[in-house]
Structures are given as C-alpha cells and as structure tokens.
C-alpha cells in the first residue's frame, strides 16, 4: 500500500423512495484505513443531488451486503433511517479489507392494454403468466443496483473484492483504499461477469458546499472494461456508472447502474 494508506435512473429507485429518481445514491464511511485488533466503522447511505450532502432522502438498507475479509459475511449494528439518511455501524475484527454494499435487485414490465400503458412489478417468472393475451408493445428489463464502498483494518487484501459476476460491478486493478492525491487509479467494470467496454463513467468528489467548482469529470471504459482516475485532490470522491439495453426476441433488457464511494488520501 503507497504511503501508508495515503493516498451512478431506474435502478436507483428501486434502492431509495420514488421521489428520489433523479439523485445520486452514496455510502460515505467515518473512515476507510483503520489499525489496530479491532475498530469500529459509522455509515451514513442516502440519495441527494451532491453527493455525500444528506438533503433529500434516506437509502432503505433491505439489500446490505457486508463482506468481511476472508469472504464471511456481516451483519450491521445500529441501523436506522432517518429523513435525510440511513444509518448503521460494523464492528471490524479481522484484519484485511471490507466490501460495504447495498444491493438492490428487481424486474419491471410494460405493455398496452385497450390503449392504456400498463406497468407490472414482480418477478420475472411472474410475467408471461401476468400479461393479459390481448397485450402489445410488451417490453420488460431486469434492474440492478449496486451502491458501495470499501474499507481496511491491518494489511489489505482482496477476497471481498472478488466479482459475483451480477449486474454492474467495479472491480478494482489499483487497491480501493490505496488512493492517493496525485496518484492514479486503475478499475475494471463488469456486467454480469463480463467487461462492460464503452460506458461512460463519472467520478465527483464531495465537499461541493463549500466550494464552486463542482470538480467532476467524465471518462469511458475500455475494450476490457477498465477506466483509471488521476486524482487531483483529496476527499470523498463517487464513481458512477449506468447500463441500459432493451431486450430482444422475447429476452429483458438491461438497467444496470453502480455508486462507489472511494476516498482519496493527502
């Protein structure tokens, strides 16, 4: 690890209440490099326009996923929802690195019936049974979000950072709590286990309340699905990420979407 430790809408609904469709969605942890045998670790979740600044709607945490270093998985301790965020802890007693995750999986169906657009919710094994015979202009789309970040009691290591090869995924080459200002960060994106090439990536550093730059900037994945960020500047910063694709020959199609938070070390 450099210097010590120094160094992304459909789906996202679906992970906060209806009103907050058009916001970003962030964990933001108290802190992301920790000593010691054990340590504890606060998170605030919520969607808002700038990130990281809780001023629109609490994140429900019904998808937390929390793995530990060796691959097990945690429960959270203290969780609430408030107005403007969610809230919980996780206690770290082993040593290696963290993945702090919501997830949110679901599947929405359209078609026309009489001349009236109608919407179906439920599984996808659900549908074709759902969907009355006189239905045209059928269409349907698997949805997927994952909101997360990472964090690392000890030596880091890289279990809990192995794909599960389902809906959009950041995997990362340069370790995620090993980013440094002035340094470079290199990820990889998946979609369902494959290189997700050619989708736009965004990246926006919190503390915009307190200054007029927004300091955001835009890139693209590669052939293999990888970006890489030279980090200008310390903080909080969020990585965002969309897939959408409409299905063909009777298939869904695609709404995929990935929020990270990374943070960025002097």
Do not use: C
Not at 71 to 97: C, H, M, P, V, W
Not at 161 to 189: C, M, Q, R, W, Y
């Amino acid at each position: 690890m450099k210097k010590a430790f120094a160094l992304l809408a459909l789906t996202a609904a679906l992970a906060a209440p209806m009103a907050a469709q058009a916001h970003r969605a962030w964990i933001a942890p108290s802190s992301t490099v920790l000593s010691g045998n054990d340590a504890w670790v606060g998170f605030d979740a919520g969607m808002s326009n700038v990130v990281y600044q809780a001023d629109h709607a609490a994140m429900r945490l019904g998808g937390l996923d929390i793995t530990a270093p060796d691959g097990s998985k945690l429960e959270a301790q203290n969780a609430t929802q408030a107005r403007y965020r969610s809230i919980f802890d996780i206690e770290l007693k082993q040593e290696g690195t963290y993945r702090v995750a919501n997830v949110v999986e679901g599947f929405m169906g359209f078609y026309e019936q009489g001349g009236e657009r109608k919407r179906f919710r439920g599984s996808e094994a659900e549908f074709a049974a759902a969907v009355p015979a006189d239905a045209t202009n059928v269409s349907s789309a698997r949805t997927f979000t994952r909101t997360e970040t990472f964090v690392t009691l000890g030596n880091p290591n890289d279990t809990a950072l192995a794909p599960t090869n389902k809906g959009l995924e950041l995997i990362p080459v340069t370790h995620p709590n090993d980013a440094a200002e002035g340094e470079s960060s290199t990820f990889k994106l998946l979609l369902d286990g494959q290189p997700a090439a050619n989708v736009d990536v965004t990246i926006a550093r919190g503390g915009l309340r307190y200054r007029s730059n927004p300091e955001e900037i835009t890139t693209k994945t590669g052939a293999d699905g990888s970006f890489t960020v030279t980090w200008a500047a310390s903080g909080l910063h969020w990585i965002g990420a969309s897939v959408r694709s409409e299905g063909a020959n009777g298939q869904p199609g695609t709404n995929a979407s990935y929020n990270g938070t990374i943070e960025v070390l002097p």
